[in-house]
């Protein structure tokens, strides 16, 4: 029973995790319709900035953190006005621009690998409190993972609900055609989830900076974890990402109670064949 | 120099590899990216026969063949459900999923250590142990693979993919079983994959799952992509561009501990450089109908005159549909709705918007199952036909938005409908070779024919995507005509032509009529009803209001009255 | 495809012509092979066992190369484990480079050139693989790091000293992870032990706490590790978090894990071999300072290693100059290091390879700090295992 | 004709090398109930398109109070006061009836006045009223229609234009809708250039009338000829 609570817990913390992943991903996947695997090195960049900050520049903590999220934030921008843009604008097939997509994937945690080398980045100094609810355990990063989604989560969804150019994303995310006719510059509205859904990524980011440190391949899993994420989920769909992955984090901690670990990093895949399978738009989307 | 060599064998394998996932991608449409998982499958058949079974070649590379071409037929079932980014998304999960089996296989597949000390190939006492012994193997595997793929790349069955690929429903309304279709390239594509396995097995004697990791699906997918989707010569190409690239790339002198890094950053770039230049690849799609010019004799000619059906009295009922209903969601489409098509007649469908002609063409073709009501030809029922199978019986469909194979050229568009090619059956496109080559070259002169017939015998060569705005749709009549169908249904035709053109149009629609066949037309602009039709069905509300004469029924000011609302 | 040959060899032949320059001083250089893992998800490994070697090659080339003869490094990357990159390597290096020696690691690919090696004579001495089922896969294939076998022996007996029981063991899912565990679960049992709880980790784990969570409730006795960097360190941090209170074994610590680690190392025992470069033993320390002044890091036993078997390679060449050999190939080689199979060891002392080609060291016991340092305990001696 | 608001002088339009449009010439005056008729495939749609900046045109030019706004933005043309209705009810299906009114705002940089626009829309469509909250792909197809009129109302525009208002809805919805389509003319002076196959609900509160057929303007002028449907009949 203990052992089950842990898992419980630990796939909550995790499922926070991945569920912030999938929602940086989701708002830049489902309102562009790109999809950007190089998301994953975005990630690794932001972590790697905010160690830089932290360890060599000094930087406090928090500090160290927002410089990682104005990093990962240019870096996604950039990649968007650079990669993107000029096959959006041509509206080159999508496959075209996952490939290239690839490409800056490949480009990129290669380029982390140079500039900082391949061994662990870690922010000395820094060990996260550990506190128990009887033989639960959990730790300062995990309060700060489940915290980040429901302040980043909210914010977010305050941000679409009230402000203009929230809608401005809802709208393109509705029906980008319908929102050229309404005057929204579906252009500018592209920067900005890119520089959103960036930001956002930093943050975990930072959080496994702080938790396990930092390796340049470390974007890999990220990307993966966030697509799996927005497609169980149901793309377009903010909650979906955020349900998606937290099933995720369930089924890879929770699912684990009897079956041998062995199979931990394959279940998430499983689960997510068959929902394609039975349900192709997603577990949480509606039609 | 066996460095050179062992390259050369290298560049065989891939060779197999890119040739077999364009089949999927470029010439299928199916974004499908577990090819490597494929590749596994092969090498570790081969490697668990000939290690724990000690079963000599070639009985493993077959067998691996089998197995894997199985397993690409149960993949292809998810890509029957979903498509673009969910197949994507999909099969890398496949392809994770089949790592993890592998890895956590323990002795049976070697687990994490994979399996060494495969046998090498032993050919009439001769041990292909070193690269230049093996060389010609792989040559002979490349070409043999490559052949494969070429041979249904080629054949009408390679031209109905990709019909398939540029639309599903029109290649379906042309008679293809779509489904059969994923499911046979699917089972080739992982198939000729394993070969590359199988050797690849062989010649290193030694299998690891490192070896077929995603990033190994993505460098041949970059072969592909590079070479020219589409184009089997394009991923020959591909192939070995990216084999010799990083070759070359370690030529540049890089500091030691960041030089392989480097050489990744200068990969990723170049990928994305040629993307930006050159998205159609290296080497363009091309057409097949060039070389079958060449090939088709004059002499080989079609028996009749298009168009002709045989056995037909003029005005004899084909097409009897009788209490056709359809609603969706409670809102009613059609309710009981009859109609007669008669041979030798065309019929117009007139009515507002909305008032479900369009709905009714769906039921008689298959497209739509009808909730009440029967479709007989000549007596025989349509109800719960495909719409590949309903064409078989003879009635064929064009569409609103006329649903041209954009992407193929116009004798292609033409030849790909010509109804029951043995060539559209995979058996006989290896089989009967003989057969498909005598019919693709009469369907050549078949098709030629029909071209001329609609006057676009000119363009035969031109991509549908450049043809004008009447041309295509003399096009879709030609597609719609080649099908053979008895019955010819055309849902607007001929909209947004100017009269001038309609004038060049009409006797073409007549002489169809004259030659037998029957001729149902939905079309909004009056004068093609008035010009064209001999019979009219006014549709409203979704049903027969009135029949009658164009003139009639246009000249009544009740139904004009309606027709407006 | 003659299409394709043509190309091919002329794409080639450019290339050849490309590296003509650089192989100038043929002649008056011994060119040494190596097959490290330089990209991908385990590139650390690659980078410092290139350092340590490159560190040997320059020092001896600094004091005049082996009688005038000076020697050359080229690295081929095989990706951290992929078998076709590592072939590519090795065909690379003996027909472009014309070498005679290579410096191997990782398993996968070591098994996939091993063929290669036998049938073209190349010496090879790996530093970094780590499976003991590379033993005998070719008869030019030599080990200066101890394998799986001896480590997992080594700790276990510890544990046995211990007076455990109750083992719950931890792997990673890589060749070396998987080799350690099979030992384990063959090992343990033979000394009277009982296995707990077995779980596994993928390589670079992004979620580690179900099965820390999973050891923490096993009941066991105490915590066998069979994890290597990067995941040792997440390991050890993890499972203190977790609030694990019984001791945990394991066979790897490098500074890249300690830096991770921390505090939450201290109490940990792991066997590994014995680089302690604060020893008193003045070439450990020589490299030691080298290494931290280029490079500002500590030097795992992986750069030791690496540094070491250059060094085993320049004496046997040494000796077939002696022998009046100039371009000695595996085969020679071997057979010279058979004659005389003692060399000098970085590690301190000497160092004798075994009949099953591997050097076998003495497996040194650490324990870690408060402070996150590691302590020598003591050698543990374990039975050779056979071929 | 008084002084033209919006004007097309020999517009060609079409899809690459496809002319769909052919050199057609039209006016819009201040407060004018423009209706444009013809069959499908006549080249309606992608007239509108072509004047709202939603595709390239081939030659010919469109006039705005005057000023040419050939190819110029959809953005800058909401921004300059006029709004489009495309076909199907052009809604955010996904969103709720107050959000996507909200949204018809978008381009109106005063936020103060949202309310109150809101409201006039809300007495011209008390349904949406009852309806603020509920999901905009929910509504049925006459709410659905009479949503994205008030969307296009919500900025206040001088020219509106819509494409076929009343399509796939029933005879009664319709009516509905072109009588408030000539409210909004009548109280808020907006011109209205609209696309219409409903000639029974449409050509009443019309002006003005005009025909295209294949691509060309077969008819322009007063509404009443038309009245004669079999006469209008010949016309498609």
Known sequence: MDLFLQLLLNGFVNGSHYALLGVGFGLIFGTTNIVHFAYGPVYAAGAYSAWTAAALLGFPLFLAGLTGVAAATVLGVASYLLLYRPFVRRDAPTFVVLIASLGLFILLENLIAILFGTDKKVVDGYSAGIHFIGPTFYTDIHIYQIASLMILGLALAAFLRLTNYGKAIQAMTDNADMARVIGIDTNKVSILVFAIGSAISAVPAVLILLRDGALPNMGFIAVFVAFLAVVVGGVGSILGAVLGGFLLGMVENVGMWQIPTEWQSTIAFIVLFFVLLVRPQGLFKGT | ?565 | MRRFLGLTFCAISFAAMAVGPARAAEGETFKIGALLGMTGASSYYGTVMSRGAQIAIDEINADGGIDGTKLELLIEDHKGGNAQAGVAGMNRLINIHDIKAVLTSFSPPTLAVAPIATEKKIFMINGGGFSAKMIGASPYLFHNRSLATDFTRGILLRAKEHGFEKMAMISVKTDAGENVREIAHQFWPELGGAIVADESVAYGAANMDTQIAKLRTSGADFIFAAIFRPDAGTFLKRSKEFGITVPRLGIEYTPDDQKLAGEAAAGFEFTTDYFHPTDDNPWAQAFYGKYKELFNEEPDYYAANYYEGVYVIAELVRRAFEAGIDNPDGAQLTELLWKEPTFKSVYGGDMVFQENGVAQKRVGLFEVQADSEKKFLKFIETTVPGK | MSEQLLAVERLSVGYGKKTVVHEVDLGLAEREILIVLGHNGAGKTTLMQAIFGLIRTQSGRVLYRGEPITGRKPADNVLGGIAYVPQGHGIFRSLTVRANLELGAFVVRDRSRLEEDMETVFEMFPILRERATQIGGTLSGGQQQMLAIGMALMHKPSVMILDEPSIGLAPNLVERVMRSIQTINREFGTAILMVEQNVRYGLPIAQRAAVLKTGRKVYDGPPEPLEDRVELMKLF
């Open chain 2, 1 to 565: 120099m066996e460095y050179l060599v062992h390259i050369a064998v290298m560049a065989c394998l891939y060779v197999i590899l890119a040739t077999s996932f364009n089949l999927l991608i470029g010439f299928a449409g199916l974004f499908a990216l577990s090819h490597a998982a494929f590749y596994a499958f092969g090498a570790y058949t081969t490697a668990i026969l000939s290690t724990q079974a000690g079963v000599p070649f070639p009985i493993p590379l077959l067998l691996g063949v089998v197995l894997t071409a199985g397993v690409g037929a149960i993949v292809a079932l998810p890509a029957l459900r979903i498509g673009g980014h969910y197949l994507v998304i999909v099969t890398l999960a496949l392809q994770v999923i089949v790592l993890q089996v592998l890895i956590n296989g323990g002795e049976f597949t070697g687990g994490p250590d994979g399996i060494a000390g495969i046998e090498k190939i032993s050919l009439f006492g001769w041990r292909l142990s070193s690269p230049h012994t093996f060389l010609p193997m792989a040559i002979f595997g490349a070409v043999v693979c490559t052949a494969i793929a070429w041979r249904i790349a080629r054949s009408p069955f390679g031209r109905a993919l990709k019909a398939m690929r540029e639309n599903e429903a029109a290649a379906q309304a042309i008679g293809k079983n779509i489904v059969l279709m994923k499911v046979i390239v699917f089972a080739f594509s992982a198939g000729l994959a394993a070969v590359a396995g199988s050797l690849l097995a062989r010649y290193i004697s030694y299998v690891g799952v490192d070896s077929f990791s995603i990033e190994e699906t993505i460098y041949i997918l970059a072969m592909v992509i590079l070479g020219g989707t589409g184009n089997l010569w394009g991923s020959v190409v591909g192939a070995i561009i990216l084999v010799l690239l990083p070759e070359l790339l370690k030529f540049l002198a890089l500091p030691p501990d960041i030089a392989d890094k480097m050489r990744q950053v200068i990969y990723g770039l170049i990928l994305i450089g040629i993307l930006l230049v050159r998205p159609q690849g290296i080497l363009g799609e091309h057409s097949t109908a060039p070389a079958l010019a060449r090939r088709a004799r004059k002499d080989a000619h079609a028996d009749e005159e298009i168009g002709t059906v045989n056995g037909t009295e003029p005005g004899e009922v084909t097409v009897s549909a009788r209490g056709l209903a359809k609603s969706f969601g409670g809102i009613v489409a059609v309710r009981n709705f009859d109609i007669d098509l008669r041979a030798g007649t065309i019929t117009g469908l007139i009515g507002p918007n909305g008032a479900g002609k369009t709905t009714a063409f769906n039921m008689l073709t298959g497209f739509l199952q009808p909730n009440a009501g029967t479709i007989e030809l000549r007596g025989r029922s349509l109800v719960g036909l495909k719409p590949h199978q309903i064409v078989r019986e003879g009635v064929a469909r064009s569409f609103q938005d006329l649903k041209l194979f954009t992407k193929m050229t116009v004798i292609e568009n033409v030849l790909v409908a010509l109804p029951d090619q043995s060539g559209d059956s995979i058996t006989s496109v290896f089989f009967r070779p003989g057969t498909v080559r005598r019919e693709e070259e009469e369907n050549f002169n078949r098709a030629v024919e029909i071209l001329e017939f609609v006057n676009l015998a000119d363009k035969a060569h031109e991509l549908a995507e450049n043809l004008s705005y009447a041309e295509e749709k003399l096009l879709v009549i030609a597609r719609l005509l080649a099908t053979g169908a008895e019955v010819l249904l055309f849902d607007e035709p001929l909209s947004g032509l100017d009269p001038a053109t309609l004038e060049e149009i009409f006797p073409i629609v007549r002489r169809l009529a004259r030659s037998g066949k029957t001729i149902c037309i939905i079309e909004h602009n009056l004068d093609v009803i008035r010009g064209l039709c001999d019979v009219a069905v006014y549709l409203d509300e979704g049903h027969a209001l009135a029949t009658g004469t164009p003139d009639e029924l246009v000249s009544d000011p009740e139904l004009a009255r309606r027709y407006f609302g």
